[in-house]
Structure formats: C-alpha cells, structure tokens
C-alpha cells in the first residue's frame, strides 16, 4: 500500500517537472532554421571560421585522446599550458556576463534589463565552452568526477573553484528557465544565488594561483580579487559584442541608453585595473625581491604582457573617454580587441607564474644554467583552443534560434 | 609508524649520478631526461683561473623532500597525494586526475607525470619497492660509493639520521616557506 503511494508521488514528481519542462518556451527549429540566416559576407565569414574551429575541435581532440599529453608541449616545469588559459578564459567570460546579466534582473537596474536573458544565456554557453576544453587538460576527467566527490580535497582551491562552477552552472541553467518562463521572482532568487556562487568560484580560481606559496610573483590577495574586477570588464566587453550583433551596429534607442551605461562602468573599471596592474607591477620589482622581482621586468619586457594593456585597457579606456562612452559602435570593435587583450590576460597570467624555473641548478651534462621557462603551444593545443570558441559560437547561435534571448515585450 | 627521512652529507658527493641510475633500476622510472625522481645539482664553478672558488662547485643531490607539511598534499582536489603510514609523501594512482596543481605548487620541483599511468610520480622513499619488503633502505643510499646518504626513522632517538643530526648542523631547502622537509643537509 505504501509502496504504491510512493509510487504515485514519485510519478506526480515526475509529471510535474515534465509539465514544468513542457512550459518553457522555445521555438521548434530545424537544420533548415539554422542555416538560414542573412548571407552577407560578414555572416558567411563567421560561420565558415565557426565550423572551421568546430572541425579542429574535433581533429585535436582525435589527437589528444591518440596521444595523450605528448600532443601538448607542457613539461615538468611548465605543467599549465595554453588550455588552462583558454579554460580560465571563457570562465571569466561566464562570470562576467553573469555580473552583466544580474544588474537588470537581480538587482533591478531597469536599463540593464534588456540583456538579461542573452547575457544569463551567454554565460551558460561559455561555462560549457571552458568545461569542454579542460576536460582535454585534466587527463583523468571520470575519475575527477568520482574522486571529487567520494575523496573531496578541501584544502585544495581547485577542488572549491571545480565543485562552485559545477553548482553555478545548474543555478544558471534554472535561472535562464525562468527568465524564459518570465518569472522574474524566481529568476531573482536563483540569479542571486547564482551569482554569489559564481564570484565565490572564480575568486577560489584566482586563489589556485594565489595559494602558490612557491611562485612568489602570484603569491598572495592580489588574483583573488582581481579575477572579479577582470570578470566584470570581460562581461561588458561580451555585452557589447552579442548586442552590436545582435542589432548589427543599428541600435534602437534603448539599446544606446543600456550601452552607454555599461561604457561609462566599463571606463571606471578599466581604471581601477590599471591602477591595480601598476601597483601589482612596482610591488613586484620594488626592493629586488628574488623570484618576484627579476619576474615582473621579465614580464615587463614580454609582449603578451603589452599585448594586454594596449588591446584591453588603453584602446577601450581611450574610446570611452574620448567622449564619455558614447560612440558604441567603435566600442563594439574595440571590445572585439578587448576580448583579445582578455585572451592575452589569462595567458600571461599561466605562463608567468611558471616563468621562473623552481630548481635553479644544472642537472644534466652541457646543460645551461637554467634561466626562464619556455614554453609555446603545439598545434593540438592550439586546435583545441580555437575549438572552444567555436563551440560557443554554435552554442550560442543554436540558442540564439531556439530561444527568444531579447527583452519579453511586457517589459 | 615511522618518520622517514634523509640526511645528506652533500659535500662528499662526486657527482657519480649512481644513485639516479639506481633509482631508475629500482623503481622502474621512465627513461628520458624530465623523468626523474632524484637528482644531482651543480653549478658553474666561479671565478678564473688560478682563483678558482672551490666552495661554488659543490653537488647537491636532491629529491622529493617529503615536506611534513607538504604543499602537494595541501593542493590536490581528491586526496591522490597523502601521507602514508610512515609519513611518506605518496601519490595514489588510481585517485591522481593530472590536473597537475601539484606540481605547480611543488616549490622543489620534484614531481614528473609517468606516461604509463599518466598521472604523477615523484620519490616514494622506495616505498613500493625496498620499505614493502620490510628493507629500511633507499635504492639511492645503498649504493652512494661516499656514504652521502643516511636514511632513517627520525622519530627513532636510536637511529643514525637522528644521532646525525644532534651531532652535525645542518639545513634545509627552502625553510622559509614552511614546508617542514625531511631531507637534511649536512654542513
Ligand atoms: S618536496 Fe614537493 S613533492 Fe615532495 S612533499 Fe614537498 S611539496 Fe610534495
Ligand atoms: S595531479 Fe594528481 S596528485 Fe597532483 S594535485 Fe592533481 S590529482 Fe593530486
């Protein structure tokens, strides 16, 4: 008797949330639907570079799974490569559009509110971008997902920052539900706690580099809290990248207000940042500190690290001020350079804190005395990498077809 | 049970490398030149000729240095690196997921990935191979031709690496990071 009680409410359970899912709106498409779109060159363009990354995605991956990590040029010394870089990349895009995506509809910013959606949506598919690419870094992924949780690690920061964006995923996923279902109470809730979720895991992601008590040179606070001013700058980048596409650079006047507010937040952010690098740059040099100091003019004189300030820092900050944020259009473009100088950030974040090689003596014949770690990627990684942003791009064109991603009209 | 450690008396070493090619033979390392367990470090001798500086010219054989509050340990996400009954820093292959943290946070250097398993290997104390079958020696201690090594039970008041160092100063690597290591160098 009991058992069949269960029973019954285990299959109103079930009906439940198969009534539930069956309310979420979305549009029934077809292959037909999502090659159909305006071919202009720019769009052809696009999609060709997007099945082109696709189909590396697909070659590095055959490599990878033939090869292992012999396909990657990481060594003993330089065991975090590229697709770390990559990996962190697109997790601070998730937060970022995130942060982006809350203000309208966490926090009730009425402006902002028109992207809500598209950003909470653009920051699933990017999530799901980085989780793809590391899961050809960690070269045990099933047994991480066992271990994970039967062996938890709690000292460890990867174990916080991996088990945090895995929650924050599912709070981003439910939280997109019900902004298409337009329900903004729970939307609310599930966006809040999303979003604290997601700042706890990507300042424990900049803590993986922070709790390196053996690399003086990214020791310490400054990465944990510099991965959500970095989150929230990559965030605005993205917003104005998926709404200058979106509007293909013609935007309705509500879009301008929304964007020449996000320009003018963007300009501040940018200049705490800049005042951040530089005071992370002289602490690092002052005093001669050894490993820390002789670093940071390494780092000086390397021009990722310039490629970095030029392209995410100067560039927008100059667009912006030059008229107080308000021609966007030259922002769509230089937030596509933006996103690049981002790119170079997490790389140079990587590669740096395994610049200085760890045991300074020679141990092999003929060798040299150790100096700096060298390191670039190789072909697989490479593939991979661009892999990934092609599978967001899909992902979020597919999405793009499948769901209305603009402001519901009753707002 | 026991705390293992080592003492090395680094300046009787001549720079043979009997111990490396021991540990490989022991442990079944890898061959190939990042694959290492132990090694043996040395310098460019400083100065000109005839004012050479002897001192800068001393090997330091070096290793895992079994922190007793090892970093490697502190750093992986599903406990693979654990302290094994003798306090031994160990890694357990069959946890171990390579996402190769710890040896980023390694400040000695003295992890490698094992290509056969794919996940990370380092010096074990010869755990698997000589202390399994009730030895109380290292593969690299037994055929030091100088006596560079002393191996011992640091918990044991009775044992040579403790006597050792009541009796000879000596330092670690790296102490200011706190790792509390278990390898000894004699001055
Ligand atoms: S030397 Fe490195 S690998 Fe060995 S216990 Fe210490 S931190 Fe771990
Ligand atoms: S590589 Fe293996 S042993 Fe090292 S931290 Fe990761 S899971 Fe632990």
Known sequence: ?411 | MARYGMALDYKNCINCKACEVACKEENGVLLGADKHRIWVGSNDVKGEWPLLDIASAAFLPSQCQHCDDAPCQEVCPTHATYYDENNVVRVDPDKCILCSYCMNACPYDARYVDDRTMTVDKCNFCAETRIARGETTTACQNTCPTKVRIFGDLDDPNSEISETLRVREHFTLKTHLGTNPKLFYLT
């Not at chain 1, 982006?100 to 402006?111: A, R």
């Not at chain 1, 392209?311 to 021609?327: H, V």
């Open chain 1, 1 to 411: 008797m009991a058992e069949t009680v269960e029973k019954t409410e285990e299959m109103g359970m079930i009906d439940k949330a198969k009534a539930f899912v069956s309310t979420i709106p979305y549009n029934k498409i077809g292959m037909k639907d999502l090659t159909d779109f305006e071919k202009t060159p720019r769009n052809n363009l696009v999609a060709v570079l997007t099945l082109a990354f696709v189909a590396m995605f697909v070659v590095g991956v055959a490599i990878y799974l033939m090869h292992g990590h012999h396909a990657y040029n990481v060594t003993r010394e330089h065991p975090w490569g590229l697709l770390i870089a990559v990996y962190i990349f697109f997790v601070v895009s998730s937060t970022g559009l995130c942060i982006v995506g809350s203000l309208g509809d966490v926090f009730g910013f009425k402006d902002y509110e028109m992207i809500s959606k598209r950003a909470i949506f653009g920051s699933i598919v990017t999530i799901l971008a980085g989780f793809a690419v590391i899961a050809f870094e960690i070269g045990h992924p099933v047994t991480m997902l066992i271990y994970n949780v039967i062996s938890p690690g709690l000292t460890s920061a990867i174990w916080w920052m991996g088990t945090l964006y895995g929650i924050y995923l599912t709070f981003m996923i439910i939280e997109f539900v019900f902004l298409l279902k337009h329900d903004m109470k729970n939307a609310r809730i599930f966006g809040l706690t999303g979003l604290l979720v997601g700042l706890a895991a990507h300042s424990n992601l900049g803590s993986v580099f922070g709790f390196l008590n053996a690399r003086p040179i990214s020791n310490g606070v400054f990465y944990p809290t510099y991965f959500i001013l970095t989150a929230f700058i990559t965030g605005i980048f993205i917003a104005y990248i998926l709404m200058g596409w979106r509007y293909k650079l013609d935007f309705p006047t509500e879009a301008k207000k929304m964007l020449i507010g996000l320009a003018k937040i963007q300009g501040l952010l940018i200049s705490i940042l800049i005042f951040f690098v530089t005071w992370k740059m002289l602490t690092d040099i002052y005093g001669g500190m050894p490993n820390r100091s002789e670093v940071a003019i390494h780092i000086l004189g390397s021009w990722t690290f310039w490629a970095e300030v030029i392209l995410a820092m100067l560039i927008p900050l100059y667009i912006i001020l030059k008229d107080m944020g308000k021609s966007i259009n030259a922002m769509f473009w230089a937030s596509l350079a933006g996103m690049v100088g981002i790119f170079f950030m997490r790389y140079n974040l990587v590669h740096d804190t395994q610049l200085k090689p760890l045991q300074m003596m020679k141990i092999k014949e003929y060798q040299l005395t150790p100096e700096w770690i060298h390191y670039f990627p190789s072909m697989t990684e490479i593939m991979i990498s661009l892999g990934g942003l092609g599978l967001c791009v899909l992902l979020y064109y597919i999405g793009s077809k499948l769901f209305n991603l603009d402001a519901d009209e009753a707002h």
